[in-house]
């Protein structure tokens, strides 16, 4: 099969397994506490009594009034939905840029398949908005550590920008997005330790005027210092008055989570694993 056939075959899968039958089934479980319904509170003490980020309260209170009240179940899940199947578009292409087509392609369908992203991609959560924007912040940054290689080394900044902008958005929809962090900076530390060292040699030299070009030609420190500070704006005017008004609620979850003690047993990770991924365990 011809490899653009094939990944056309596979896409068309992947919207099928994440768009049919989006509205058959009733809410279930964490998917009615996704729902904006603040009640007697404001908006603004609603989105921090919560446990995440407001991306997903954002978008659900956005289609509030056009699903009837979230009575359309799949017009509410249809934006995470979209948002699970746009991970397949962004993971095949961060996987192209790191390997080649056809590795491409094989990665893609594990990923396309994966249970636990087909049920992210069909609930009114967090997840799927998180693995995307995630993806998206780690497939900017390869396109801007990209474009630092001959024949043309001269770095895009928007490239990184975008970065910047995508990882805030994940971590916005929940903090579990700070676990792209570590892939991102090692895709930029041999460019900022490259940019380290060029600046350095020409201080040695002391010569004003190469240090100037040094730093004209290596403009990596620049454009991470304006991309982190974006970054560090979106995410800290939602996350510092987030920890000012931590509710006890948060604080008990959190302990739960880390005790174990959140639902009076800790789960077994064998037997999820065997629900979502039942062709692996067969």
Known sequence: MPKR???VVLF???GFLRLANLGYSDYQGDEIKALYNPKEATSAQFFLEQRKGPMQFLITAGLKGISNEYH????????????????VLVFYYLAKSLFNQKIALYATMFFATNGFLIAFSRLVQYQSLV????????YFTKKYADSRKPPHPDAVPKYLVLA???LATSILSHYDGVFFVPIILGILFPLVQLSLREI???RSTIATESLLRAKRSNPVLKH????????LTLTCVFYIPFALNIAQ????YWAGRISGDVSGKISSSRYLFSVYQPIYVL
């Open 224 to 231: 991470l210092i304006i991309s982190t500070s974006i970054f």
């Open 249 to 252: 609620s948060t604080t008990d």
């Open 200 to 202: 350095s040699f020409a």
């Open 72 to 87: 359309n179940r799949a017009l509410a899940r249809l934006p995470f939905a979209l948002a699970g199947l746009g991970s």
């Open 5 to 7: 056939l094939a990944l």
């Open 131 to 138: 693995i995307f924007f995630g993806l998206l912040a780690v």
């Open 164 to 166: 910047g902008i995508s």
């Open 12 to 14: 068309v899968v992947a």
